[in-house]
């Protein structure tokens, strides 16, 4: 079955076939760099990861571009109160996001394009669109006439902002022709970062920012822009009515992929909550196996809810086919499973159903003792997960425990020995009983 991809623009599946051969160029909305990024991030980079990973398994040639937002309203708000050069400020949050992909295992980008390094990009567009009168100035700034594109709105089928989508940033001339218009060039204020231009002294408004860098490497038209739902309305509305007015080519892009939403025990995550969780602190916790384990459980496309029961679930399945690795012995013809991982992988790269596929290997493992380790291992590469066997250093507090368990039960003493067993449970560790004596295995 050729690869079949789920298109927003289209509200559909559709066969997989890039505008030129096996070439694929694709951009993904990066972050905006003004603090540690969130395991929301971690959700959209993961699932495009494996994207990517599989495409190029699949002999496609991709670049894989990501923006970094470095300059934006949110940036320079932060920065002021703490006192910081704008562009300093998010040069050093640009690199803690370097930091936190290397650790989550990323490693399919090619390039890291920052919006600061592109703003002759952004000024020759803005320029274009005043050209054609889509562009108008006001006060504040430069705004885009969103009334000039006839079909502004076909990516969300509307025209208006709803309550799930990303509008931080504010617009808001009282003076603007439409409601929805945006900023493309906004007039500097003090302690804004300045570029002097024939535009007048001022910065980048959000939307262009992104279109100016996919011109830039890509040209006015490319293959695959995906990124966080929320962003479809108005960020990726606005990019194509920046992009197709200025080229009059249509589609700006060919395939629109948009990850679902993530949800922190059942609530949405925010700061005014106290479910803010970053990257760095929840591997602080999970190991990254775990952790993308616990990702592609999921669907990209849906939704996932963050919680601690989803984690050890995930961790679970990650040892019980680290544990079957192990026992296959016997050589055999690997064609079959293989043919299965990528029918699934084809229909629109369908991961929960890889993992019930891993587990249904390990099962077969078991019962049969045929060493399936190699379809195992090829599986975890495009998932970007470790399945060889590990065996995980045990600390001496918790050998301690052990041994203080394992004379409990010597002496019968049961309540001691459940009681310990609990609180070996807390610090993240089960102890098995068998006749070999006490096995102990790391539970997160």
Request: with cysteine; net charge positive.
């Amino acid at each position: 079955m050729a690869l079949q991809v789920y298109n927003t623009l289209k509200k559909k599946k559709e066969a997989f076939k890039p505008r030129s051969g096996k070439k694929v160029n694709i951009f993904v909305c990066g972050p905006t760099v003004y603090d540690f990024s969130h395991i929301g991030h971690a959700k959209t980079y993961v699932a495009f990861d494996v994207i990517v990973r599989y495409l190029r398994a699949k002999s496609y040639d991709v670049f894989y571009l990501q923006n970094i937002t470095d300059i934006d309203d949110k940036i320079i708000k932060e920065a002021r109160a703490k006192g910081i050069d704008p562009l300093k400020f998010s040069e050093k949050f640009t690199k803690e996001y370097y930091k936190d992909m290397k650790a989550l295992r990323i490693t399919t980008v090619d390039k890291y394009a920052k919006a600061s390094d592109h703003v002759k990009d952004i000024i020759s567009q803005v320029r274009r669109l005043i050209k054609k009168n889509i562009a108008y100035e006001l006060n504040d700034g430069i705004y885009f006439d969103i009334t000039a594109p006839k079909d502004y709105g076909k990516l969300s089928g509307r025209t208006y902002v709803q309550e799930e989508d990303s509008v931080s940033r504010i617009d808001e001339s009282i003076d603007k022709k439409n409601k929805g218009d945006f900023n493309i060039w906004k007039f500097s204020k003090p302690g804004d970062p300045i570029w002097k231009t024939e535009l007048g002294e001022g910065r980048p408004g959000w939307h262009i920012e992104d279109t100016a860098i996919t011109e830039h490497y890509f040209g006015p038209q490319y293959d695959i822009h995906g990124g966080a739902k929320d962003l479809i309305f108005p960020h990726h509305e606005n990019e194509i009515a920046i992009m197709e007015s200025i080229s009059g080519k249509k589609p700006l892009v060919k395939y629109w992929f948009h990850t679902g939403f993530l949800n922190v025990e059942g609530r949405k995550m925010s700061k005014s909550l106290g479910n803010f969780i970053t990257i760095r602190d929840a591997l602080k916790k999970w190991d990254v196996d775990t952790f993308r384990m616990m990702f592609v459980s999921t669907h990209y496309r849906s939704p996932i809810d963050y919680s601690e029961a989803s984690l050890r679930q995930a961790k679970a399945n990650l040892e019980t086919i680290r544990t079957a690795v192990e026992a296959g012995k016997k050589k055999i013809s690997i064609k079959k499973w293989i043919d299965r991982f990528e029918a699934l992988m084809d229909d629109d790269f369908n991961t929960p159903k890889v993992v019930a596929l891993l587990l249904e290997i390990a099962k077969h493992i078991n019962k049969t003792g045929e060493d399936l380790s190699s379809v195992i291992y090829s599986i975890g590469e495009i998932l970007g997960v470790d399945f060889r066997p590990h065996k995980a250093k045990i600390p001496t507090e918790i050998k301690k425990l052990v041994a203080e368990r394992e004379k409990a039960r010597a002496k019968k003493d049961w309540a001691k020995s459940d009681k310990i067993r609990d609180e070996l449970k807390k610090k993240g560790w089960t102890v098995e009983d068998s006749s070999k004596g006490a096995k102990v295995k790391k539970l997160f």
